[in-house]
Structure formats: structure tokens, C-alpha cells
């Protein structure tokens, strides 16, 4: 029988290795079990360290999703191979709020609200309290607090979560940020008027006795980070939708005004962090995907540039004319969006201009993509040999740095050997 592993320097293995897709990880566990030597070398936290910094991006692994019709929050993966986790029947009756940074933040939608921070991949989870006193919420976000940090595995860092709500009496938008560290709320911003030329931004008098969110005045949508701020996108009273700034460095609130054709939203605007870090719009007008990108000109002054109209019709399954496309959510920073047709739900390469299937149904509002890399640093394998056959079944557990194993069995790999 052939040798499985050449005589080949680490560093070349590594070279190798490095090239495997980070968004199909069974290709890492398969390798694992053809030799005690590339198990050792796909074991060690540094080949982990430059595998992340070689591939630079986590790819998708899965999105999360509040359904419409049960309200029930589902995952669904992505790739060839499950993570090494399901979702928990405890959380599954939350509703997802963020998804950003391998961690995800949910609330139980009740008064007090209970907000969770979960790591799918480590089953950690942080219960946070509510701040909102009297606040109608508007949005929530979760964020890794590490400056300067490259978000390719920072899911076990400090983190910070933010939360926006409106005071209708008033008129007013405030928001808080939490701190993993401190374990506290910060004190609040300075309130944002919500009052523009003698109208309101958003209708004080809809809040009266209504959900914003459930009720659809204020959208669920994946917040955005550009640089160092957050962008929700805020619905609106009658001079169309606006997007609320939250500086996370100054702790400051803002509004953007956004372009008129894109103000009025009807599930076809969203919000994106283009792929060269700059506030970005999609609008669809019918099945024409008009994009924007938000620049700074030589005068200091930022302004909308529409750069892009897409025609979706060759390379988007449509289905049923009749049943209206609508955008669901998007990568931050990929140039990949998510929407819903007749057919399912597809994610959308603004870049390859093609599409790919993720699921079926027409309930997912909104979806949160779930990015990390799927490569704990440490691997082990329980050898259990089917004799009467010539193949070879591998159950594989996964042990993180401190030991603790998440799940035995995630996977069986099979290898099949000729001799």
C-alpha cells in the first residue's frame, strides 16, 4: 500500500493545507485520520493561527433566521459538513437580534427583555440585562471590543452590545452599550430628536399601543458596521426610511438621509458594508438592484453615488412573477446579499453576478449570516474499525484550547482504502 503522507517539510504541508476552503472544514477532519503526523500538524494552535491569517476572511458556515409564520428562530448551515452544535431548544424560542463577530445575540421578547449572547461554536452564552426602562426598542447589535482586532477569531474576546430604543413621548432616540468586561451599561447618549423640518422621522403616534418592530415601523434588519460606527436602517413617517448612526467610539448618535429612491421601503432597500468599507444601499426597483455607495468628497461633505444597476433576471431563479422578490439581509464587507423569491431563499454575488440556493421557504425575515472559522485548535479521533468492510468509519470529537471537548461524534468521516 502506497505511503498516505510524502516525505514533505511542515512548512510545505502547511502551504497545503493552508490552500483548503475554509467554508468546507471536513476537508481539514478528513486529512486529520490518514496519518498520526498531519492529525499532529492539524492539531497545533499555530497552524490554526496562520490557516485564519492565510485565508484572512471567515467564510460562511450557516445563517440564523427568525421565521414569520412560527416565530421560532432556526440555523441552517451552509456547508458540506454540520457544526459542532445545534441550536438549542431553549433558544430556539428567542428572537434572533445580530449575528457579527462568530457570536450571536438574541432576546426572549418579552418586558424586561432578556438578552443572550451565544457562541454557537463554544455553546458560551452571556445573559445580559435589559436597559431600556421605558424605551419602545428600536434595534440591538453585538460587536467584538478588541481595537485593531482582525475578527477572524475573536468570538472568546470581550465584546460589546448595543442597544437603541425611542422615548415616543418625546420624540427622542437613545442608545446604551454594554460592556463584556465591565459586566455594565453605559449611561445613555445624548437623545437624537426624531423631529426633521417640523416632521416627525418616524410617527410618534404609531407607537401608541403597537410593537415598532412586530407592527413594521422600524425594520429587524441586520445592523450594518462600517468602520467604527453602526447603521440601522429606521423606518419613517412621511418623508421615507433614514438611517440612525451609532458612533460605538464617541457614543454618539446621527441621521443619514438616505437617496430618495431608496427611502421608500417596502423590503427591497437595504443596508450593506461594501466591500472596500463604505456605507452601502441596495434598492430594488422591480428586479433591478439599484446600488449605492455613501462618499466623502474633497470638500469634506459625504453624499450618495449610485454606481451600480443590476438586472437580476439571468441569473436569479425567480419562480412566480407574482410573488415579490424581497432582500432579506447581507455579508458585511463581501458584496453578497440575501433574498427571497417564489423559489426559496438565495444568496446573491454582487460581484460573479450569480446566485446559490440556501433553503426553501419565503418566511426567513431577516437572515443573519453566521462567519467564523470552523478549525478549533485541537482535534481528536475516536478509531472505531468496521472489520467486515472496507471501509473505515472515524467519529470526530473536537477539544478546545482549554480541554474541554464540545461534541464527540460530530462527524464521521469514512475513508474508503484500496490496497
Not at 261 to 287: I, P
Request: aromatic content about 10%.
Amino acid at each position: 500500500m502506497a505511503t498516505l503522507v510524502p516525505d514533505l517539510p511542515d512548512e510545505l504541508v502547511h502551504e497545503i493545507l493552508f490552500r483548503l476552503p475554509p467554508d468546507e472544514p471536513a476537508c481539514l477532519f478528513r486529512l486529520s485520520v490518514l496519518s498520526n503526523l498531519w492529525r499532529s500538524l492539524l492539531s497545533d494552535p499555530g497552524f490554526h493561527h496562520n490557516y485564519r491569517k492565510f485565508n484572512r476572511t471567515p467564510p460562511m458556515l450557516g445563517f440564523i433566521y427568525n421565521s414569520e409564520v412560527s416565530s421560532v428562530s432556526r440555523f441552517v448551515p451552509t456547508t458540506g459538513s454540520s457544526l459542532p452544535c445545534t441550536f438549542d431548544p431553549q433558544l430556539a424560542d428567542f428572537t434572533v437580534c445580530d449575528c457579527r463577530h462568530g457570536r450571536v445575540l438574541l432576546d426572549n421578547g418579552e418586558v424586561p427583555m432578556e438578552l443572550v449572547v451565544w457562541d454557537p461554536m463554544t455553546d458560551r452564552r452571556k445573559e445580559v440585562s435589559d436597559p431600556r426602562r421605558s424605551l419602545f426598542y428600536l434595534g440591538t447589535a453585538v460587536l467584538c471590543a478588541v481595537d485593531g482586532c482582525d475578527h477572524a477569531s475573536c468570538h472568546k474576546g470581550p465584546f460589546h452590545v448595543v442597544f437603541v430604543g425611542i422615548d415616543a413621548e418625546v420624540g427622542s432616540v437613545t442608545a446604551y452599550k454594554y460592556s463584556s468586561e465591565t459586566g455594565e451599561w453605559s449611561t445613555p447618549t445624548s437623545e437624537l430628536s426624531l423631529v426633521d423640518e417640523h416632521h416627525f422621522v418616524v410617527e410618534l403616534d404609531l407607537f401608541d399601543g403597537l410593537d415598532p418592530v412586530d407592527d413594521g415601523y422600524l425594520t429587524a434588519m441586520h445592523s450594518v458596521l462600517v468602520e467604527d460606527s453602526l447603521h440601522f436602517l429606521l423606518m419613517s413617517g412621511p418623508q421615507g426610511a433614514r438611517v440612525l448612526k451609532y458612533d460605538v467610539g464617541r457614543h454618539y448618535l446621527s441621521l443619514i438621509v438616505l437617496p430618495a429612491a431608496a427611502a421608500v421601503y417596502d423590503r427591497g432597500t437595504l443596508l450593506m458594508a461594501t466591500e472596500d468599507g463604505r456605507l452601502g444601499v441596495a434598492h430594488l426597483d422591480k428586479l433591478s438592484l439599484h446600488l449605492w455607495s455613501r462618499e466623502v468628497g474633497a470638500d469634506g461633505i459625504a453624499a450618495w453615488t449610485e454606481h451600480r444597476v443590476i438586472n437580476l433576471i439571468p441569473f436569479l431563479p425567480i419562480g412566480d412573477p407574482a410573488i415579490k422578490v424581497e432582500l432579506i439581509g447581507s455579508v458585511e464587507g463581501a458584496n453578497i446579499i440575501f433574498a427571497t423569491t417564489a423559489l426559496g431563499v438565495y444568496a446573491i454575488d454582487l460581484k460573479l453576478l450569480r446566485s446559490r440556493k440556501l433553503c426553501e421557504g419565503q418566511d426567513i425575515r431577516p437572515l443573519f449570516p453566521f462567519m467564523s472559522f470552523y478549525n478549533p485548535p485541537g482535534i481528536f479521533v475516536l478509531w472505531m474499525c468496521n472489520l467486515r468492510t472496507d471501509v473505515f468509519q472515524f467519529p470526530v470529537g473536537l477539544v478546545l484550547g482549554d480541554g474541554r471537548c464540545v461534541k464527540s461524534a460530530v462527524a464521521a468521516v469514512e475513508l474508503r482504502v484500496t490496497c
